[in-house]
Every structure is written in C-alpha cells, then in structure tokens.
C-alpha cells in the first residue's frame, strides 16, 4: 500500500466532489455534502502531510466521507481506497479504516488484497462478525476463482482495467451460453464444472458459508415465544451510563428474574450485575455478540440488511435463542406507530422498553441507571467514541419514560 499525503488526498476529493455536483440535481447527495466539507489542500498549513501535523478531526471526516463514497460507484471506491492510504499510515490499528479498505478493494474486484485487509480487522477486533464472514468467504472464492478462470478460453477474461471479478463473471457466463447453443460439443463434466464454480462466485459474493448453520443450535423466538419468556417475571433494563458505573448495583441487578442490556454493555459485577439474560443490539452493531446470553433481540429497520448481518453476526453457542425477524422493529413493526405518532428518532433501548410495557406481561418493569446522559455513556473501549443518541430522542424517550413511571427511586425508575 502506497500512502498518500494528505493534500494529495484531499484533492481526490475535491475532484470527486466536483464531478458530483456538476451534474444536475447532483448525484449522491449525502457523499457530496461531507466533501464540501473538507478543506481544500491550499488551507492546510506547510507542515500537515503524512505526519504529526494531522488533526484527528480531519482524519475523522475523511474516514466519515469514504464510508459513504464506498457505497457509490467505483470512483467512489477508489477514492475511498486512496482514503485509506492516508489515514492507515497514521492510523495502523484503525478497524474503520481497515475495513473501509477491505469493502472497497470487495467492490472492485481485488480480491486477494480485500482478504488482507479483511483478515488484519479481525487480528484488531475477534468480534468483527462481517469481517470474519468475509475472510471465510473470499478463503473459499479464490481457489475457486482461480479454477474457473482456467477453464475458461485463453482470453476471455481481461479486465482491460475493469472489475476483474465482473470480467470473470461475464466470461464464465458467455462460455457457458455458446456451449449451451452448440449442445452435443465439447467435454460435458468441464461444462457442469464452470457452471457450478459460476454459481459459487455469485454465491459467495451475496452470502459467504457457514461452517455452522443452526448457529450451535440456537433456537428462534417470535412475538409469543418471546412474550411468554418474560411473562410473570421481574425485568430490568440496564442502561449503558455513568449513573450504573459509578454505583454499587450489581446485587440489585443480579436479583431480577430478566436482566437486559444493550449493544456495548460492561461488565463489572460489583457496578453492574454478572448477568446478561437478554442482549439487545442493532444489526449494524459489532459489539458483544460472543458473549454467551440466553436471549439475543437484534434491531434492525432494514430487512434486506437485517437479514445479512445476522447471518453474518451470531456466533454458534453465544446465545439460545435469538428473536426473529418480525422483532426486529417493535415499535414500528408491531406497534404499527408510524412518524406521524412517532416522529422521533428509535434508540435500541426505547425500542425494548416500548415493547416490554406494549406486551404488558411482567409484573415488574425497572429501568436502572437511565439518566438520559447526564452522566456520559459507560460502554467497552471500543464503542466510546460512537455519538450519543441525539438530542431529540434523548428528549422524547425521556418524556416517554416519565409520564409512565410509578415510582423513581434514585437510579431506579419504575414502570410496573
């Protein structure tokens, strides 16, 4: 990997940015909003190249900018390539930039150094679901892809720059297309072999395999299972807060039939309790999901997306049961509250609370340590620097909360 100085990088940027915008209407909007917003390299002072003199907040707003131009097109992807060979010469352990790296060097076809890059996210973080499925995935691509361009005719699959996984692809399809014409010709097993490794590389680029299917046997719960589970049971919700890391609520916590917790949680039996029955999270979410739990509720607005990460995510053993589809989104999924009753903006734990008093089932429903962030998040290294939820949901979930509460005492607040 070549680096990329930073003036270099930031006129890549200005570049793409003016091609955006250059088109009426403009093309990926959200993209050409956060380029707008980088300065342009004539601002910088003489000394901010690869080195020192780089602020964090710039090498933020890069990585921030090629996180969406990755979702583009391949101008995108390069340019969030080049991104990379920026920040990651100042920022070698960085799992954002390294992966950032890896789904763009995916999208464009280099495989072989997207599994690189894939396999360094794991060294830096195990619990990177994603990044593990892909290394599994693309281990199991490239001897494939290899085996399948030898099949095919002698020049057929040149990129000529191009997408060198979609020139392969296409290749294998035309071959497979004349042979199918001219029936009767040519070596049949060769045939079905080019057609089953075609239909391994479109596979493997949607869904990677999985050595476990049933995920150790984990068990799914839909709306009834999971409100028979909770049904005459005490629950409470532990908030990921100041408040829970600097008391002594660990007895207290441990004492309730239900504990559950979300996404990023920590565990520090004497602050916060040992146990962890249910662990809510967003699909997108990376945290936490080896730690063995009886139940794992994972939230989610998109089904497609929703479908993929969970696939991606689980980890065989870590967990029972896991809650189905239809859980995914309670609030606008079974409470059917659109924005028009609900304009405000979901949080995992407001999407939890809603639903626990919509099912109405337990007799007792605390909310420990939710002080709406008075006291700062208290959540796993990793996962600090992620924003709060804003203020808007931070208002409205208060409100929320507080025209239920029965009682409030101290860091407990009671809705049943």
């Known amino acids: 990997m070549t680096p990329v100085n930073v003036p270099d990088c930031l006129a890549a940027c200005a570049r793409l940015c003016g091609s955006l915008t250059a088109v009426r209407g403009g093309r990926y909007p959200e993209l050409a909003d956060l380029l707008v917003l980088l300065p342009s390299p004539e601002d910088l002072g003489p000394d901010t190249v690869i080195g020192p003199a780089v602020s964090d907040e710039l090498l933020d707003a890069l990585l921030a ?69 892909r290394v599994t995935a693309l281990r199991t691509a490239l001897p494939e892809q290899r085996e399948l361009a030898a099949l095919l005719p002698p020049d057929t699959t040149g990129t000529s720059g191009g997408n060198p996984v979609q020139a392969l692809e296409s290749a294998a399809l035309r071959h497979i297309d004349e042979r199918l014409a001219s029936a009767g010709t040519g070596d049949p097993a060769a045939l079905s072999r080019v057609i089953a490794l075609y239909a391994d590389q479109r596979r493997h680029r949607l869904r990677p395999p999985i050595a476990d299917p049933t995920y150790g046997g984990t068990g799914w719960l839909g709306l009834g299972e999971f409100r028979n589970r909770i049904a005459d049971r005490s629950i409470c919700l532990v908030a990921n807060s100041g408040t829970v890391r600097d008391g002594s609520l660990g007895e207290l916590i441990d004492s309730y039939d239900v504990v559950v917790r979300f996404t990023s949680y920590v565990i520090d039996p004497a602050a916060t309790g040992s146990r962890t029955d249910i662990h809510v999270t967003g ?38 049961h896991t809650c189905e ?55 796993l290294p990793d996962a600090m620097s992620i924003p709060a939820a804003s203020a808007e949901a931070n208002t409205s979930q208060k409100e929320w909360v507080m025209q239920r509460a029965q009682n409030v005492d101290g860091a407990v607040i009671s809705l049943r």
């Open 65 to 133: 900018a090629g996180e969406k131009a990755v979702a583009t097109d391949d101008a995108g992807r390069r340019l969030a390539l080049t991104i990379t060979r920026t920040v990651l010469p100042l920022r070698g352990n960085s799992r954002p930039a390294w992966r950032l790296r890896a789904q763009a060097l995916e999208a464009l076809g280099e495989l072989a150094d997207a599994l690189l890059a894939y396999e360094r996210c794991v060294e830096l973080a195990g619990f990177d679901g994603h990044a593990r499925s």
């Open 283 to 320: 699909h997108r979410k990376v945290f936490n999901w080896d730690r063995p739990v009886t139940t794992r509720l994972v939230l989610g607005d998109n089904a497609a997306a929703w479908r993929t990460d969970v696939r991606a995510r689980l980890v065989p053993g870590a967990q029972r």
């Open 325 to 379: 589809e239809s859980l995914r989104a309670p609030v606008r999924g079974i409470g059917r509250l659109g924005k028009d009753a609900w304009p405000h903006p979901l949080t995992c734990s407001f999407e939890v609370m809603w639903l626990i008093d919509f099912l109405d089932v337990s007799p007792r429903l605390d909310l420990i340590g939710f002080d709406f962030h008075r006291t700062g998040p208290y959540r």
